[in-house]
């Protein structure tokens, strides 16, 4: 049973830096793609990072380019998401996602994730 939890999301100045981390659990990551999804109130979640450790290839929303880096640690089991420069509209809960079946270039649609974490909260405010 796939099983993903979230950590490290907080509040935080305009340009400050934080690192997500998910705790993955139930599969083996290789197979899988997985990534940081992000929910803000009236909209649809949408894909900020995702990538495939099996071969590499990895996805960033155009809005996160240079400023977001997703990694795993595959001894730790844990996918992170290493966020700079944050900016207050990076706010909202990030989700952490995976899926056997999905690509890389399904980022942009999440429905194309079938498991979730909870989500942590990330509030960029001055």
């Known amino acids: 049973q796939v099983q993903l939890v979230e950590s490290g999301g907080s509040e935080v100045q305009p340009g400050a830096s934080l690192r997500l981390s998910c705790a993955a659990s139930?599969?083996?990551?290789?197979?899988?793609?997985i990534g940081w999804f992000r929910r803000v109130p009236g909209k649809e979640r949408e894909g900020m990072a995702c990538?495939?450790?099996?071969?590499?290839?990895?996805y960033y929303a155009d809005s996160v380019k240079g400023r977001f880096t997703i990694s795993v640690d595959s001894a730790k089991r844990t996918i992170h998401l290493q966020m700079n420069s944050l900016k207050p509209e990076d706010s909202g809960i990030y989700y952490c996602?995976?899926?056997?079946?999905?690509?890389?270039?399904?980022?942009?649609?999440?429905?194309?994730?079938?498991?979730w974490g909870q989500g942590t909260q990330v509030t960029v405010s001055s």
């Open positions: 990538m495939n450790s099996g071969d590499g290839h990895n």
């Open positions: 996602g995976a899926d056997r079946w999905a690509r890389v270039r399904d980022c942009p649609h999440p429905v194309m994730f079938n498991s």
């Open positions: 139930g599969f083996t990551l290789d197979h899988y793609a």
